[in-house]
């Protein structure tokens, strides 16, 4: 498979997952703001350097796994392994020296969706060949990247956030719920273009509903994240009460960009240019965010 992206700043960008770790830290910024208690910015970045470092460690131990042979990002994985084995480890050094003031809480927020993945993608080998693992159980592909993600965008800041000693806000579950069908949705987009490579046995969401019926379920799953937003960006400006008048731009432009997200996953299809789903598609996860702070600005 030829690779698609040219330039070698790009592919570092895109394979290298900084793309991704951009998005992961804006996530986590994102709904410690607006939905929990407060933004932390050592949490923010400890999600960034933690995505690169779990990302990049996922992809080193899967270099050699025949199906993904042929996958550009392994190959560019492959012809500059001394530089991402450094980088996961710099960047896993800084994820600890960053999470070890609240090492219990994070450690308690994200053992149980850290085992969940690394069973999923870590199976165990038998004799002739065979192995048993996760990864044979359908649909759990992308209930478990939902998983990971909404934990660590969700349960991490709201368990070590605090007002007066106390936690977050009772309503941490509520957002773990709207957070996981947004990333779930995405997972599922994903498993989109890869169906011409997944093997059958893996049962992803389009291998057994077919691209269509995966694609509305994950325009469906968008659904409570645009309530939130709805919900938010009238108490915030507190309508409810007759106090305000307008939405709140805050949320409503980030509403914007979920719709054009569900339009983006409606157009998906596993022969899309190169860009739609690596950069589009995971670019959400940053452009949400950056319009909610738009939205705050010109307010």
């Known amino acids: 498979m030829a690779d698609a992206i040219k330039s070698p700043a790009l592919r570092a960008l895109v ?8 998005g992961a830290f804006a996530q986590v910024w994102w709904v410690g703001e607006r939905f929990l208690v407060k933004a932390d910015l050592r949490l923010a970045m400890l999600a960034g350097f933690a995505t690169i470092a779990a ?4 992809r080193l131990v899967r270099m050699t796994d025949p199906a993904v042979q042929g996958s550009p990002m392994v190959q560019w994985f492959r012809a500059n ?6 980088a996961a480890l710099v960047c896993a050094a800084l994820a ?3 999470a070890w003031p609240s090492r219990s809480t994070v450690l308690h927020a994200l053992w149980k969706p850290g085992l969940l993945a ?3 993608l870590l199976p165990v080998p038998l004799k002739r060949g065979r192995s048993i693992g996760l990864r044979n159980v359908p649909f759990l592909k992308a209930f478990v990247i939902a998983t990971v993600w909404a934990s660590v965008t969700t349960v991490l800041p709201g368990l070590t956030s605090s007002i007066d000693g106390e936690q977050a806000q009772d309503g941490l579950w509520w957002m773990f719920a709207v ?6 949705a995405l997972a599922i987009t994903f498993d989109v273009r890869d169906m011409p490579y997944d093997p059958p046995g893996l049962r992803t969401v389009p291998q057994v509903l077919g691209v269509r019926g995966a694609k509305f379920l994950a325009v469906l799953l968008l659904l409570p994240m645009c309530f939130l937003l709805i919900l938010m960006s009238w108490v915030d400006l507190g309508l409810s009460r007759g106090e305000g008048s307008g939405m709140d731009l805050a949320y409503a432009l980030p509403l914007l960009g979920v719709i054009v997200l569900g339009i983006a996953i409606v157009l998906a299809e596993s022969d899309r240019p190169w860009w739609y789903f690596p950069v589009l598609l995971d670019g959400a996860l940053l452009f949400i965010p950056l319009l909610s702070w738009v939205g705050s600005a010109v307010q």
Request: proline share 3%; glycine share 10%; hydrophobic share 55%.
């Open 15 to 22: 394979y290298g997952h900084l793309w991704l770790a951009l």
């Open 55 to 58: 990302y990049g460690s996922m």
């Open 81 to 86: 392994t001394p530089l991402m084995v450094g």
């Open 96 to 98: 600890t020296w960053l």
């Open 118 to 120: 690394a069973l999923y």
């Open 179 to 184: 957070q996981f069908c947004f990333f779930l």
